[in-house]
């Protein structure tokens, strides 16, 4: 499949690209990455050469096996959750609920967990890796509300709840030299057992189940459209490997190289929501 690379485009320039992908392609299998929530304030993980800004986020095998890990990742969190609670949907998610409302959504798939594509109102969204807003148990697999743990940690760690750091992605804070191992993690109401982010962490496995309807809807799509994903990970990457073995058409509206740039019918490099604010309004 050939690949067009468009540089240095205006956002004008860009968006007539792209409406003239949608308009060839009217039923599209949408993937989202943190390059959309950026300007909702939520920072992402890689820049635009696609490596980390930070240090990689918390493992899945260290957070259920080390203490210590859970006490700095939930301390982080008590500063980074509120950021990313508050976040307001930005022009880029209210653009694709008017993609939505013309019929041209076969299913929209993010690989966030900040549910801002719901609060713009989206209605037929996957969330791949889970949501960020609701905390579950991994022993009797029961849910609260991440309003709720956060509160309660906040009482059991008040030296910590005073503390103040610079937002990092999904909920987290670049919060450090701190006595972390001091920090009380509650345990489960019901069963007492460890409580985590009802969220695929790195390490883990996104629920079969969850890829195979994402799979079933990008099968009865007319072309893949990914906007603000590096897809560097093999979650989010697998859908376009998937549309390029059934030659479906692939564009990518993202800042910066993806994993996906050598398979792609149409790269659009550019900054995401002064595009699709120049886009047609469907």
Not at 139 to 156: I, N
Not at 217 to 226: M, T
Not at 255 to 269: C, F, H, P, V
């Amino acid at each position: 499949m050939a690949t067009t690379q468009e540089t240095r485009l205006t956002p004008q320039e860009t968006a007539e690209r792209l409406d003239h992908f949608i308009a060839q392609h009217p039923r599209l299998f949408i993937l989202t990455g943190a390059g959309i929530s950026t300007d909702s304030g939520i920072p992402d993980y890689r820049d635009k050469h696609s490596q980390w800004k930070r240090q990689p986020p918390v493992q899945h095998h260290d957070f259920i096996n080390k203490i210590y890990t859970r006490q700095r990742f939930w301390a982080r969190s008590l500063i980074g959750w509120p950021i990313m609670r508050d976040a307001i949907a930005n022009t880029a998610h209210h653009w694709l609920v008017s993609l939505e409302s013309a019929g041209h959504v076969q299913s929209l798939v993010t690989q966030n967990v900040d549910g801002l594509h719901q609060q713009a109102g989206l209605e037929n969204v996957i969330d791949l890796h889970g949501r960020s807003d609701r905390v579950i148990c991994m022993q009797c697999q029961k849910t609260l509300s991440r309003d709720k743990a956060h509160l309660w940690m906040a009482e059991l760690n008040p030296s910590f709840a005073a503390l103040t750091a610079t937002a990092a992605p999904d909920g987290d804070a670049d919060l450090e030299n701190v006595p972390f191992e001091d920090f009380v993690i509650p345990d489960c109401p019901s069963c007492g057992g460890l409580l985590k982010p009802d969220v695929v962490f790195y390490g883990d496995n996104v629920p079969k189940e969850r890829v195979e309807t994402a799979l079933n809807h990008l099968a009865q799509s007319d072309a893949l459209l990914v906007i603000g994903s590096s897809l560097m990970v093999y979650s989010g990457f697998r859908f376009c490997k998937r549309a390029h073995e059934a030659k479906k058409p692939i564009a990518l509206l993202n800042q910066g190289i993806t994993r996906a740039d050598s398979i792609a019918t149409l790269k659009l490099d550019s900054v995401i929501s002064p595009v699709l604010e120049a886009c047609r309004a469907f």
